[in-house]
């Protein structure tokens, strides 16, 4: 069956970098649409940012021109490039892939932004 493994959160300064990767496994990857979302405490989820099959990418608003997502269908892999990073990005990040009615989620991985 697919899953998917995050990896590359931790702790990190305000204004530092990190790069967050999902691992995908267990079937078609380039089908996949896969999402980055992110929950902070107290707060409902949020897309962060996805990118389809064809390779159309969507922003949030609040990480446009700071985040980058990428995909490589030979590695099984989507990454989010997070720089400028902020108090208010942390959260637990978790990627999902969605192909028609089947998605499936990641178990997360947390990222803290310390001022």
């Known amino acids: 069956q697919v899953q998917l493994v995050e990896s590359g959160g931790g702790l990190v300064q305000a204004g530092g970098s990190l790069r967050l990767s999902c691992a995908f496994s267990?079937?078609?990857?380039?089908?996949?649409?896969i999402g980055w979302y992110r929950q902070a405490p107290g707060k409902q989820r949020e897309l962060v940012a996805d990118?389809?099959?064809?390779?159309?990418?969507n922003y949030a608003d609040s990480v446009k021109g700071r985040f980058t997502i990428s995909r490589d269908n030979a590695k099984n892999t989507v990454d989010l490039q997070m720089s400028s990073l902020k108090s208010e990005d942390t959260a637990i990040y978790s990627c999902?892939?969605?192909?028609?009615?089947?998605?499936?989620w990641g178990q997360g991985t947390q990222v803290t932004v310390s001022l």
């Open positions: 267990g079937g078609t990857f380039s089908i996949y649409k």
């Open positions: 999902n892939a969605q192909a028609f009615t089947f998605g499936v």
């Open positions: 990118i389809s099959s064809s390779g159309r990418i």
